[in-house]
């Protein structure tokens, strides 16, 4: 713990909270400072920060606030990262998480945040990454839109920067407060006569190097009163920085639309630019008065910021679960020179992409899916009973380790380890080694399918651009029990049939069964006819009935083959008159 809870958590739960769980210490920060640990953790609604030695965890020094570096309440979202030697936070700075800042502190420039309580500047807001690129730190959020003349509330994604070298404005005007603060919208949509958008953002990447370009990809998913959908959008940073030179956005009254901002009315230097030493203006604070109010009134940009290739990368709609983390591994394959992406469901399951993108960074559609792993067995992991991905199979995180060549993925009961790839599963087919295209596994000369490690010096093919194996045979002699993928939400057709006959068994067993107790009860004088002459069969054949058939399919792998073994199940016992047994299926 960063300090001793019990005094904080006792006031907790007086004035707070009524469960004993949220009046914990739940750390919220978590970050390199010099060869240690930066911590901040949320000291049960108490929020407190502190250095610890890297390699024997000790606390450093004394304990600092974590007001506006961590969030009161452990559901609130927050980011954290240090640059220049300060510390830049977007978080909450109160108990009711009314009022949302970006914040810088802890270093030699002074302490800096957003206008308080502006609905321009934010409007609750739900943070989700920042980056640092060039002169500036670049913020990912999702939050209200105010742009939008609609009857109902409208979440859009957002990214905003500020000036690493920003040092607040005069004292007539943002004293204390951010000179370059801009926002701009995310557009991650599917063109078309009306776009199809992806407004909720959920997790973005490091920026990634990607044929000369600097990348970064995002998770966005559609609301919860939208057709259920996710999506992977690519973002160039020029690109994105491009926008911040545009043009700004207004709204002139409260009653009117939002519209662009004429050229001229824009004031010199232009709005939310950085200073330049040596310039006439080296310093934000002696920004001219006017430059300063519109900053103050204009934080939101006219334009979105484009998706590249005008459209997703990835797009899974329809679909049980929702796709809200990311991890990328840049240096996947024996030669370091693929790129993996691995996102996370909500409910635990993991889907693998190999990135195949043009030379220019706009192909949308040559993304290849890899495989699907399910990151989360409930009955392994202790779930018990109700919803099968209760709040337990939630993902919390993805992480990737790097070195153990394993995915963690973090759920509110267990951590997991999964590994990056399974070339096992295809260790004894060159042919689907092959056309895995998976760029962690390589057919060896020992005739198996095997886990490749950077520099591997191991002779292997491999063809992960095309998966080409028409120069291969086919995988003789092996025969594996697979299952066939339904479109999520659908019910397999060999499902239905199996229940249709399933009840017409069931209810034909009843019905021969009730015959027999009518004739050999409620007519005891012919009770001897139907069980020596004519019922005798007909009871024999109605008791059969319960027993069934099992079918199970087994599919020849890469051979189409479709292979229905009937089982046929034991029969039913019958003792007549006559002693006789009778078996039988239908």
Known sequence: ?????????????????????????????????????????????????????????????????????????????????????????????????????????????????????????????????????????????????????????????????????????????????????????????????????????????????????????????????????????AFDMEQLAAVFDGRFKEQKSPESIWTPVADELIPKPRPGGCAIQGSRFNSSNSFPDEMLNFVKTHPLMDEAVPSLGQRPWIVRTMVRYQLNKMVVDTNAGPHGNRTVLFLGSSRGTILKFLIVPNRDNTASNINVFLEELEGYNPEKEGSSGGNRWSISGLLLSLSLDSISHTLLLSFPSCVVRVPVARCQLYSRCMKNCIASRDPYCGWTRGSTCSFLRAGTRLPFEQDVDHGNTSYLGDCDGLLQESYVEEPDGLVSVNLLVLSAASAFATGAALSGLMVCWIMTVKHPIKRQLPCDFMSKDLCAFSISLCVGERKRRAFANNRGIDRVVAVAAEGCRQQGNAGTQHTGTI
């Open 1 to 233: 713990n960063v300090v001793s809870v019990a005094s904080s958590a006792d006031l907790c739960v007086f004035f707070c909270c009524h469960f004993q769980d949220e009046c914990r210490n739940y750390m919220k920060v978590l970050l390199s400072r010099q060869g240690g640990l930066f911590v901040c953790g949320t000291n049960a609604f108490n929020p407190l920060c502190a250095n610890y030695t890297g390699d024997t965890l000790e606390m450093v020094g004394e304990t600092v606030s974590g007001m506006a570096r961590c969030p009161y309440d452990p559901k609130h979202a927050n980011v954290a990262l240090f640059a220049d030697g300060n510390l830049f936070t977007a978080t909450v700075t109160d108990f009711l998480a009314i009022d949302a800042v970006i914040y810088r502190s802890l270093g030699d420039s002074p302490a800096l945040r957003t206008v308080k309580h502006d609905s321009k500047w934010f409007r609750e807001p739900y943070f989700v990454s920042a980056v640092e690129w060039g002169p500036h730190i670049y913020f990912f959020f999702r939050e209200m839109a105010m742009e939008f003349n609609y009857l109902e509330k409208v979440v859009v994604s957002r990214v905003a920067r500020v000036c690493k070298s920003d040092m607040g404005g005069s004292q007539r005007v943002l004293e204390k407060q951010w000179t370059s603060f801009l926002k701009a919208r995310l557009n991650c949509s599917i063109p078309g006569d009306s776009h199809f958008y992806f407004n909720l953002l959920h997790s973005t990447s490091p920026i990634l190097r990607l044929h000369g370009r600097d990348i970064i990809l995002a998770v966005f998913s559609t609301p919860s009163n939208s057709i259920p959908g996710s999506a992977v959008c």
